[in-house]
C-alpha cells in the first residue's frame, strides 16, 4: 500500500499505516479542556468522515527565507511534486519530475536550500537540493529508517527530522545533523511515534508532535541539556495538539522570547490554530474553530508579516494553501 492511498482513505477507519506521512489526520478526540472549554460541542458537530479523493490537492506548503515565495507539495492520484512559485504571482517552477512520492515541510528550505523526503529509492530518504540545481543528493545515506519531516534550524546550521522504524511506522525518533548531512544523532528516547520536529530561534530547544494515548501532543528537548529528555509542553488525554513551528527571531511579537504557533482541537476533523509563548503557555488565537471549515499545518514567514496554512471544507477532499497574519483577520486563497 503507497501512502498516498493511505492518504485518500477513509480517516476514521485508519488504525494502522506504513510510511505515513500526513498524521495529522489520524486522531480523534471528545471535549476541550482548560482554555478550550465551551468548544466541544462545536467540535462535535462538525465531525465529517472522509471520502476516497483522487484528484488534485495540496499537502504541504512553506515560506523560503526571503519570505517572498512559497514552496509545496501537490498531488494528484499517485503523484506527488514539489513546487516552487511566487507568493504573489501563479507561476509555478517544478522542483521534483519524478512523480514520487515527493514530500516537503515548513522550514525545510534555507537560502538556496532545499530539503525534501521521497521513496524514489524505495524507501524514504531525505534529499538536498538548490533551487538552481534540483539534481538531488541523499542527504544523510542511512539505510535503517525512513525518514520524513526535514526542516533546518533558524539559522540553517543543522536540520532536525523524524526516523520511522521500518520494522513498525508506529515508532520513530527525532534526530539531528549537520546542514551538510554529518553528525547525524537521535535526540529522543521514548519508544512512541513523533513527527514535525521544529528548531526555536535561540537553536536551544527541538519541538515535535508524539501520540500518546491515540493523541497527538507538544513535547520538546533541550539539546543544550543533551540528555535526550522529552518534556511536556501541551498534552491532553481527549484533544489534539499538533504541527508546531516555533518563529524566527524576527517573527516574535516580543524580541527574545520564544514564540510557537501549532493546531489545537480535533486533527482530521476541527481545529483551531494558536500561537503562544512557551515560557508562559500564554495562547492567542489566530483561527478560531469552524462550523464550515478544517485548516491544518500553519508556516510562518521569518519576518512573522505572513502565515499560510492548507484549508478545505468540512465536507470536502481538497485542500488548498490560505494566507494570512498572526492576527488571522485577512484570508486569502492561493490555490484555486
Same mark, same amino acid.
Given at each position: 500500500?503507497?501512502?498516498?492511498?493511505?492518504?485518500?482513505?477513509?480517516?476514521?477507519?485508519?488504525?494502522?499505516?506504513?510510511?505515513?506521512?500526513?498524521?495529522?489526520?489520524?486522531?480523534?478526540?471528545?471535549?476541550?479542556?482548560?482554555?478550550?472549554?465551551?468548544?466541544?460541542?462545536?467540535?462535535?458537530?462538525?465531525?465529517?468522515?472522509?471520502?476516497?479523493?483522487?484528484?488534485?490537492?495540496?499537502?504541504?506548503?512553506?515560506?523560503?527565507? /526571503?519570505?517572498? +515565495?512559497?514552496? *509545496?507539495?501537490?498531488? @494528484?492520484?499517485?503523484?506527488? %511534486?514539489?513546487?516552487?512559485? $511566487?507568493?504573489? !504571482?501563479?507561476?509555478?517552477?517544478?522542483?521534483?519530475?519524478?512523480?514520487?512520492?515527493?514530500?516537503?515541510?515548513?522550514?525545510?528550505?534555507?537560502?538556496?536550500?532545499?530539503?525534501?523526503? /521521497?521513496?524514489? +529509492?524505495?524507501? *524514504?530518504?531525505?534529499? @538536498?537540493?538548490?533551487?538552481? %540545481?534540483?539534481?538531488?543528493? $541523499?542527504?544523510? !545515506?542511512?539505510?535503517?529508517?525512513?525518514?520524513?519531516?526535514?526542516?533546518?534550524?533558524?539559522?540553517?546550521?543543522?536540520?532536525?527530522?523524524?526516523?520511522?522504524?521500518?520494522?513498525?511506522?508506529?515508532?520513530?525518533?527525532?534526530?539531528?545533523?549537520?546542514?551538510?548531512?554529518?553528525?547525524?544523532?537521535?535526540?529522543?528516547?521514548?519508544?512512541?511515534?513523533?513527527?514535525?520536529?521544529?528548531?526555536?530561534?535561540?537553536?536551544?530547544?527541538?519541538?515535535?508532535?508524539?501520540?500518546?494515548?491515540?493523541?497527538?501532543?507538544?513535547?520538546?528537548?533541550?539539546?543544550?541539556?543533551?540528555?535526550?529528555?522529552?518534556?511536556?509542553?501541551?498534552?491532553?488525554?481527549?484533544?489534539?495538539?499538533?504541527?508546531?513551528?516555533?518563529?524566527?527571531?524576527?517573527?516574535?511579537?516580543?524580541?527574545?522570547?520564544?514564540?510557537?504557533?501549532?493546531?489545537?482541537?480535533?486533527?482530521?476533523?476541527?481545529?483551531?490554530?494558536?500561537?503562544?509563548?512557551?515560557?508562559?503557555?500564554?495562547?492567542?488565537?489566530?483561527?478560531?474553530?469552524?462550523?464550515?471549515?478544517?485548516?491544518?499545518?500553519?508556516?510562518?514567514?521569518?519576518?512573522?508579516?505572513?502565515?499560510?496554512?492548507?484549508?478545505?471544507?468540512?465536507?470536502?477532499?481538497?485542500?488548498?494553501?490560505?494566507?494570512?497574519?498572526?492576527?488571522?483577520?485577512?484570508?486569502?486563497?492561493?490555490?484555486?
Amino acid at each position: 500500500m503507497t501512502l498516498i492511498s493511505l492518504i485518500i482513505s477513509k480517516i476514521e477507519n485508519i488504525k494502522k499505516f506504513k510510511y505515513a506521512y500526513i498524521l495529522i489526520l489520524l486522531a480523534a478526540a471528545a471535549v476541550i479542556s482548560s482554555g478550550l472549554s465551551g468548544c466541544s460541542s462545536q467540535i462535535e458537530g462538525t465531525k465529517t468522515e472522509e471520502k476516497a479523493y483522487t484528484g488534485v490537492s495540496y499537502v504541504d506548503a512553506g515560506i523560503t527565507t /526571503s519570505g517572498v +515565495s512559497m514552496y *509545496f507539495t501537490r498531488m @494528484k492520484g499517485s503523484d506527488s %511534486n514539489i513546487f516552487l512559485r $511566487d507568493i504573489a !504571482g501563479t507561476a509555478e517552477t517544478a522542483l521534483t519530475y519524478d512523480s514520487n512520492e515527493n514530500m516537503c515541510v515548513r522550514g525545510c528550505s534555507f537560502g538556496s536550500d532545499f530539503l525534501y523526503s /521521497s521513496n524514489k +529509492s524505495g524507501a *524514504f530518504r531525505v534529499y @538536498k537540493i538548490t533551487f538552481e %540545481n534540483t539534481t538531488p543528493v $541523499d542527504l544523510l !545515506g542511512n539505510p535503517s529508517y525512513d525518514f520524513l519531516d526535514a526542516a533546518y534550524s533558524k539559522n540553517g546550521q543543522f536540520v532536525v527530522l523524524s526516523a520511522i522504524d521500518r520494522a513498525d511506522a508506529n515508532y520513530s525518533q527525532i534526530c539531528m545533523a549537520d546542514a551538510n548531512g554529518e553528525n547525524f544523532k537521535i535526540i529522543t528516547s521514548t519508544e512512541t511515534l513523533k513527527r514535525k520536529p521544529t528548531v526555536s530561534a535561540d537553536n536551544n530547544f527541538v519541538m515535535f508532535q508524539k501520540k500518546v494515548n491515540g493523541y497527538w501532543g507538544l513535547y520538546y528537548v533541550d539539546l543544550s541539556a543533551g540528555d535526550k529528555v522529552e518534556k511536556e509542553y501541551l498534552a491532553e488525554s481527549n484533544m489534539d495538539a499538533y504541527d508546531p513551528e516555533f518563529m524566527a527571531s524576527n517573527a516574535q511579537s516580543v524580541s527574545g522570547v520564544e514564540e510557537v504557533i501549532y493546531m489545537h482541537g480535533r486533527a482530521g476533523s476541527s481545529a483551531r490554530m494558536e500561537r503562544a509563548y512557551p515560557s508562559t503557555k500564554a495562547i492567542g488565537v489566530i483561527r478560531d474553530f469552524s462550523s464550515y471549515y478544517y485548516f491544518s499545518q500553519p508556516a510562518v514567514s521569518n519576518d512573522g508579516k505572513t502565515i499560510l496554512f492548507l484549508q478545505r471544507t468540512l465536507n470536502g477532499s481538497r485542500f488548498d494553501i490560505w494566507k494570512t497574519s498572526k492576527t488571522g483577520v485577512t484570508l486569502t486563497q492561493l490555490t484555486k
